[in-house]
């Protein structure tokens, strides 16, 4: 609480009482406080890549480029922490993008079933790595009013996160389903699974069940946050089923404008 105080005069300037007034504030420090942490996750996740780079940049000149063996090692290594700095980048950019009060989508009539087929074709080859079996199960072509190109970002993050978090073998199937007033677009995989209680916390800017892993498979992250903003802004919802070591289905409910409701 805030806590203000002021005299009450009467005319011959006497105190009569006081006012003490308490202002809320929780809200205002909770927003201050998520600010000043996303700062400090924002510093840290930048920071580890970079440390590394420059440590085997010097390690190089300090002379483990005439070893070719070490040098290949170590510029294999530089790369991946390159790469891995360019999708924080573009995610950070993108989160503080689709953030601003001003986002706008660019809405148009879409074919969800069309947008799956063109992502599932470029997504192939990430799932034929890993010997996971990626199909788009039977259902309904689900025609919404939105924005195609954010539509495809919501179906590359979640598809990407259920081949990084399954196993090899297991698998991957998508669907769209399409109601009278709604098209669900769902993601369903046999991989680790999440714990009941983390599942709310992982749309949180750089909230990791387990961080080693997702670093590993390339995560930086924020992906289930941006899913969030653009879901949101086209007015969906998000439903997450979960059991862990079993897996996971994330369910993206979108609603159909009143000009394609039949
Ligand atoms: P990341 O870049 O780490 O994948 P996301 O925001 O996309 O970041 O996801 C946040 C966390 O949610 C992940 O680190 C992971 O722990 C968990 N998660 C997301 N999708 C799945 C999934 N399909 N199966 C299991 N865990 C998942």
């Not at 300090?62 to 991946?80: P, S, T, V, W, Y």
């Not at 599932?120 to 919404?144: D, P, T, V, W, Y």
């Not at 389903?177 to 680790?192: C, L, P, S, T, Y």
Request: glycine share 8%; charged share 25%.
């Amino acid at each position: 609480f805030d806590v203000s105080c002021a005299p009450v005069l009467n005319k011959h300037n006497k105190v009569r009482g006081i006012v003490v007034v308490f202002h809320d504030i929780t809200a205002i420090k909770k927003l201050e406080n998520t600010r000043k942490d996303f700062v400090a996750n924002v510093s840290h996740e930048l920071r580890t890549p970079v440390t590394s780079l420059v440590g085997f940049a010097e390690t190089l000149i300090d002379g483990a480029i005439d070893d070719k063996e070490l040098r290949d090692q170590f510029l294999h290594i530089m790369l991946h922490e390159g790469r891995r700095l360019q999708s924080l980048i573009t995610d950070l950019l993108e989160l503080s993008k689709i953030e601003r009060e001003h986002f706008k989508l660019q809405l148009s009539q879409v074919s969800l079933s069309n947008v799956l087929d063109s992502v599932l074709f470029m997504l192939k080859g990430k799932a034929e790595a890993k010997k996971i079996r990626l199909s788009h199960l039977q259902g309904n072509e689900g025609l919404i009013m939105g924005d195609a190109f954010r539509i495809r970002q919501i179906m590359i993050n979640l598809i990407t996160n259920a081949i990084s978090y399954t196993p090899e073998n297991g698998t991957v199937s998508v669907s769209i389903h399409e109601r009278k007033q709604e098209a669900d677009f769902i993601v369903a995989d046999n991989g680790m699974g999440i714990e009941k209680d983390q599942i709310p916390r992982i749309f949180e800017r750089f909230y990791r069940v387990d961080k080693a892993r997702s670093r590993d498979s390339g995560g930086t992250g924020l992906g289930l946050a941006i899913v969030k903003h653009l879901v949101e802004a086209h007015g969906g919802r998000i439903h997450v089923d979960s059991e862990l070591g079993k897996g996971s289905t994330f369910t993206i409910t979108f609603k159909k404008s009143p000009s394609l409701i039949g």
